[in-house]
DNA sequence: CTATTTTGAGACACTCATGTCTCGCTTGGG
DNA sequence: CCCAAGCGAGACATGAGTGTCTCAAAATAG
């Protein structure tokens, strides 16, 4: 039985969003390996900590390149951002709630290259008069997270289809929950 | 120096948002009492977490009736819901994340109670024909928690400026963050 | 002013997560 | 088949957090 890193950062994400003070024990349990062995590849909490801070970031990195958020359309650059991120939303709603790993410069800094990328789209929006200019990218980046957090703990809680959050996510954040006004 | 129990509640849930898993000494540091006195009222770190809970559920419920959600039209009942709502946003902030809630039953059942009355009022705005139909209420009201948490954080981080966060949350959950089609 | 109550500071033991180690077993390559 | 490497199980010490206690100081009531 060979050492799956990959794995293993997934299932303790996936504990540590449930509960978030898990002993070292129970991420080891739930991911199928001994403690010593957990002990071995990420020496100490931190480091396992650390480890699926910068996994996050990777993958959420990836996902804004397969989104190709810098081209096109702004509105469909969102939809595609939207719907490539909604895969690690489990990832993020950790990622989240885990406010001590923006202590950790590497991570922070990791975050600040994520934010100015998708505040630059939604600044691309707004200068082309598609996205109003009374909502801050700020604002609207931090909301895009939030929102994607949401529809993630919604699916997992059975609250939302899972082929549905995408569009949810989308429609609300692009156009509001009001009626259109014909 | 008498004992100011909201006072104490607050304070710690100011730090346990900052930092999840503060311990009891930090929490009564950051209070301005004693371990022993916060020992005294809160037996236990299980107590006082769940008197924060059970704190919160109240003033969120209270926030509820202010804004008297269940009067009048659905759309100014939002916006008034989340101007009420904003105060206590860093208490729903640190509520959303501390999920070990979820398993004392008096509090998941708090949550139950406000969750009704808020889908209540997304569904009265959707057989008004004011709401979308194609957004669920149980996917609005996270959402809904979701930005207002988020408001909360940005507030807290400088990113949005305290007198607008709640139009930043009303508008784009209204209407969005497209552009009017004019 | 005096008596009662309440709070703060600290000591103490206890629990539990953690870090480290050893040893036996399984796996896979030679 | 044998051997080296990796993994699991468990023991052990350590440290941080916690619960409990005592006693003196401070606040409050009478």
Chains 1, 2 share one sequence.
């Not at 900590?49 to 509105?75: H, N, S």
């Not at 202590?103 to 789209?121: H, K, M, N, P, Q």
């Not at 959050?165 to 429609?171: F, I, P, Q």
Request: net charge negative; with cysteine; aromatic share 8%.
């Amino acid at each position: 039985m060979s050492f799956d890193r990959a794995q293993v950062l997934r299932e303790a994400a996936a504990l540590l969003t449930r509960k978030a003070n898990a002993s070292m024990d129970e991420i080891a349990k739930a991911a199928g390996v001994s403690r010593a062995t957990l002990h071995r590849y990420f020496p100490g909490r931190d480091a396992l900590v650390r480890a699926l801070g910068t996994l996050g970031i990777e993958q959420l990195a990836e996902r804004l390149d397969a989104a190709r958020i810098e081209e096109g359309d702004p509105v469909e650059a969102v939809r595609r951002l939207i719907e490539e991120a909604m895969p690690v939303s489990g990832f993020l709603a950790f990622l989240y709630g885990e406010n001590q790993l923006y202590e950790v410069t590497e991570i922070d800094e990791g975050w600040t290259r994520i934010d100015e990328r998708v505040s630059a789209l939604f600044r691309r929006g707004q200068e082309q008069g598609l996205f109003r200019y009374d909502l801050s990218p700020a604002w609207l980046c931090e909301a895009l997270y939030a929102l994607i957090a949401a529809s993630g703990w919604c699916v997992q809680d059975g609250k939302v289809a899972s082929r549905d959050s995408a569009r949810m996510v989308g429609e609300l954040l692009l156009s509001g929950m009001l009626r259109e006004r014909s």
